[in-house]
């Protein structure tokens, strides 16, 4: 396909601009010959406007418009009007905006979505575990749990933080399974420590105790910062106004919140990698196939839903209870329409004072 994606100046230097251009290299990417610029193209198979406030449209090709932030009548409005003449299908980031928008009277047919993209999805933090107890040589504190997590499971996904001593012979073991350790094994100022270990608790993101020997203090301090816990359920533990979140009692108890831990960080990272900006080309070219193989007429709704290779959500039951709106037809919405900026912004998309914007912008 030869596809002409058109930026207007108004919005080629922040985030549309940059979803222009990476759209643009991704299809060539995919072999397409692709151009951006600021006008139309009558050679391409498509042009593609990625503002619909700018969207003229192209008689000689088909055409499709890029809509985001319809929150006001006027900009509905605008979608309508474009949609009534040469613009045959206007692209929303979601198939929650583009609902909306029919409920204002957008034709259902004119509509169809294309989830946004991101760039190299950023590398999650680490999860930090504190840890604010020394350990003794006769085991009391049961840190020989760590050691066998350890030796069970890759602990990249963590970093302990530990402050007391005693810790020498099992901070080796977590770095052997991928985690980071800092470890401040205390000095002879006892309240120096303490101040330390305050300022840090609050920073956790789990606190951890293992021992089986009436509680931690630390545990006290974790609750009140607000940080879940990981903590035995026995002892004054079991007396804290919801301090315990994750309550063990054995290493298995103690091994499978980890690993639950580790399970959804790693599920959440993964899902992103579909959120790519190949994957955001391959649909808009999959759209625009489909347009074409029906020159002049509606595409059938399963053929764009084939197109759509990334999904919303699943399980419907993972979408919140309660959910808002962008253009929901409310007394709120239509009441936009008479906010002083709304109104200035309404007349400055009039298709006839696009010509004297632009020679204003000269």
Same mark, same amino acid.
């Given at each position: ?24 290299? @991704? ?89 946004? =993209? ?38 990249? =996904? ?7 001593? @005693? ?18 094994? @205390? ?12 300022? =840090? ?40 106004? @919801? ?19 580790? =399970? ?99």
């Amino acid at each position: 396909m030869r596809i002409h994606i058109v930026l207007a100046p108004q919005n080629a230097g922040w985030v549309i601009g940059k979803m222009g251009h990476r759209l643009a290299g @991704g299809l060539r990417d995919l072999g397409h010959s692709v151009n951006v610029s600021d006008k139309a193209d009558p050679a391409a198979d498509i042009n593609h406007w990625m503002s619909f406030a700018f969207a003229d449209g192209c008689r000689q090709t088909l055409n499709t418009m890029f809509v985001t932030h319809a929150d006001d009548p006027f900009k509905v409005g605008l979608i309508r009007e474009r949609l009534s003449g040469p613009i045959q299908l206007a692209l929303c980031m979601s198939p929650h905006a583009a609902a909306e928008l029919t409920s204002l009277g957008v034709p259902r047919e004119r509509l169809w979505h294309v989830l946004p =993209a991101i760039d190299t999805p950023l590398v999650p933090r680490r999860v930090i575990v504190g840890i604010t107890t020394r350990v003794y040589d006769d085991g009391r504190k049961r840190e020989r749990f760590l050691m066998q997590l350890a030796r069970a499971m890759r602990l990249d =996904a963590f970093r302990f933080r530990i402050f007391g001593a @005693g810790w020498e012979t099992i901070v080796p073991e977590l770095l052997k399974a991928g985690a980071e350790v800092e470890l401040d094994a @205390g000095s002879q100022d006892w309240e120096g420590d303490y101040v330390r270990m305050q300022t =840090a608790i609050p920073k956790f993101d789990y606190y951890l105790y293992t021992g089986m020997d009436e509680g931690s203090l630390g545990t006290l301090d974790a609750a009140s910062a607000g940080v879940k816990t990981i903590v035995t359920a026995q002892g004054f533990h079991m007396s804290i106004p @919801g301090g315990i979140d994750h309550p063990i009692v054995n290493y298995e108890d103690m091994r499978d919140v980890f690993a639950a831990i580790a =399970a959804k960080r790693e599920s959440r990272t993964r899902a992103y990698g579909e959120w790519s900006w190949t994957r955001y080309a391959c649909e808009h070219s999959a759209v625009w196939q489909a347009m074409l193989k029906h020159r002049g007429a509606p595409v059938p709704r399963e053929e764009f839903e084939s197109a759509t290779l990334r999904r919303t959500a699943g399980d419907p039951g993972s979408l919140p209870a309660k959910q808002g709106t962008i253009a929901a037809r409310n007394m709120l919405f239509y009441l936009r329409s008479f906010e002083p900026k709304r109104i200035r912004g309404g007349i400055a998309r009039l298709r006839w004072l696009q010509p004297l914007r632009k020679a204003l912008r000269r």
